[in-house]
């Protein structure tokens, strides 16, 4: 592990070969993506990191900022020297990569998208974000994760991972809540990215569980059909969380796509 900047980087395999920089979502940290990695990590540089406030990076005071998640994601990639890494991003971790696409696309060489979209919240999102924030200050940092994460995957994958997702969630229990509450106040304010796709100048992978209620399939479907010559797969069996509950579909979706590069 190496802190750059405050943040936690894990990189895995030969860094000269293809990089990979893998950005995750709320509220979790780099290791929702160790099935993509373990499964990638022979044949490309593997590169993730911990979002600020969340896993092993620093927590500071929660006051967070789309603009800095995304200027944290370049300090990310020059800190470790990669070269045209190609951009894996889910959820929260995608309204980064947008973000970081619209600021500055030619550093990276294709873009992956999993359970995100383009869209800012609107005033019913907004409103959505204050009753979290009231709720995480309520019932607390612990009790928030685990009534939240539930919601981001499909009820029947929790039964059928059994410990595995005890574990995963256990993992995540000592977020403080100041981060949860800076991570909910960055994605309310950040600003719209639906123009991105539409300049997009780069080979793009949409990725969706065909139950995720977060950023449905018509949502990203929408996105996909804005980004010129973009390509997307539906996960079956899978809610928000696509590549932990279903990474078989998932890293054939991925493989398929970086062959293509
Ligand atoms: C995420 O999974 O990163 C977030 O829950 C997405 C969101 O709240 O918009």
Not at 26 to 55: H, N, S, T
């Amino acid at each position: 592990m190496k802190k750059i900047n405050g943040l936690s980087i894990y990189s895995y395999g030969d860094s000269g070969k293809q990089p990979l920089i893998f950005v995750h979502g709320f509220p979790f940290d780099a290791g929702m993506w160790r099935k993509q990695i373990d499964e990638l990590k022979e044949d490309y540089y593997c590169v993730a990191y911990d979002i600020r406030g969340l896993g092993a990076s620093e927590k500071g005071d929660g006051l967070f900022t789309m603009e800095q998640f995304a200027d944290d994601l370049f300090g990310v990639v020059d800190g470790m020297d990669l070269k045209k890494p190609v951009l894996i991003s889910l959820s929260m971790g995608g309204y980064i990569a947008f973000r970081a696409l619209d600021k500055n696309s030619s550093i990276f060489r294709a873009a992956i998208f999993c359970g995100t979209k383009s869209e800012a919240d609107g005033n019913e999102g907004r409103i959505k974000r204050a009753d979290t924030v009231k709720r995480i200050n309520t019932i607390g940092a612990e009790a928030f994760i685990k009534e939240f994460i539930p919601n981001t995957f499909r009820a029947e994958n929790i039964t059928a991972m059994g410990n595995e997702y005890v574990e995963f969630v256990t993992g995540l229990l000592n977020t403080p809540g100041t981060s949860l509450i800076g991570c909910q106040l960055a994605m309310a304010g950040r600003i719209d990215s639906g123009h991105v796709p539409l300049k997009a100048d780069m080979p793009a992978l949409f990725i969706c569980g065909e139950h995720d209620t977060f950023s449905p399939p018509a949502v990203m479907k929408a996105d996909a059909a804005k980004w010129p010559g973009s390509e997307f797969v539906l996960i079956r069996n899978a809610g928000h969380l696509s590549p932990f509950e279903q990474p078989g579909q998932v890293n054939e979706a991925i493989r398929d796509f970086l062959k293509k590069l």
